[in-house]
């Protein structure tokens, strides 16, 4: 592969994309032709509970190159940004070279940017935080953020909306404040090879409907009823894409054909989010153009 010839074997790399795109797929190639630990940077790929519904490299794949953070994470641990980059930098204080792939936009640029260290808010505050969301929706939790951080919070991320109404509630500082406080990254872009997958909108979406599909065939509605007792739709490992439509269909709310259009539509609607989000904050990176 002639990408691979242009690639450091001595410096760490860093690998962003949609959904579906092939990341992990290079990763892996890029880790048994030069050696490296494959690490995750997919928030819904810490959870033990998805390996195929978070689309997790296969124990085929887990054999042939070292990997690292992949479904490490029990349902109902907290589990944050946070906790992800200080694994990581453990990770790196082990002087193993990394190969970092996932979608999680935050992940990459807290890693590669910094991350401001904002105190974790307490139980009870989220839990209302929850409710709120739940009742009034993110345009209210929305409407009372400091006018810096209304700015550049994403509304149309209900996740992101409630941790800045979280941050602004907890510490009397807004969101955007704590960021102007930012720390050195761990891992600046200047100190690794990043790569971001370019896909085509087209293709991209053939291959959404095709992995899901597979995922199907593969065990990803038995992984969603062994989670059913358990379910609760406010947890960070219930926002797995395809988990709140196979639970509608579980829960006899309407039927597989149709879980499955709107899992692989909410799948489609991500990519669009990821691809949006990439090209406005990852210009510095090397683009792949997929096909």
């Not at 990763?27 to 032709?33: K, N, S, T």
């Not at 944050?80 to 640029?109: D, M, N, Q």
């Not at 974790?120 to 810096?148: F, K, S, V």
């Amino acid at each position: 592969m002639q990408l691979l010839d242009n690639i450091d074997a001595t410096r760490p790399v860093l690998i962003a994309g949609p959904t579906a795109s092939g990341k992990s797929g290079l990763a892996l190639a890029i880790a048994r032709a030069q050696g490296g630990v494959v690490v995750n940077a997919d928030a819904l790929q810490v959870w033990s509970c998805w390996r195929m519904l978070s689309a997790r490299p296969s124990a085929a794949d887990e054999a042939a190159a070292p990997h690292a953070l992949y479904g490490h994470v029990a349902p109902g641990q907290d589990y944050s940004v946070g906790h992800w980059l200080r694994e990581v930098a453990a990770l790196l204080h082990t002087g193993i070279r990394p190969i970092i792939v996932g979608g999680t936009g935050l992940y990459l640029s807290a890693l590669t940017e910094g991350l401001a260290e904002i105190p974790p808010t307490p139980p009870g505050l989220r839990a209302l935080a929850d409710r709120r969301l739940a009742a009034e929706g993110p345009a209210a939790l929305l409407a009372e953020l400091d006018g810096p951080t209304a700015a550049k919070v994403d509304p149309l991320n209900p996740a992101r909306v409630q941790r800045a109404w979280e941050v602004l509630a907890a510490t009397g500082k807004g969101l955007a404040a704590w960021q102007a406080e930012t720390p050195p990254a761990l891992l600046p872009l200047s100190a690794c090879t990043p790569l971001l997958i370019e896909a085509e909108r087209d293709w991209l979406a053939e291959r959404i409907d095709r992995r899901f599909a597979q995922m199907l065939a593969e065990g990803a509605l038995d992984e969603v009823r062994a989670m059913l007792p358990h379910w609760d739709r406010t947890a960070l490992w219930a926002r797995a894409i395809g988990a709140p439509e196979l639970v509608a269909y579980l829960q006899q709310k309407c039927t597989l054909e149709v879980a499955t259009a709107a899992a692989q539509a909410a799948s489609r609607q991500y990519a669009k989010r990821q691809r949006t989000w990439f090209r406005a904050r990852m210009g510095r990176w090397h683009k792949i153009a997929r096909p």
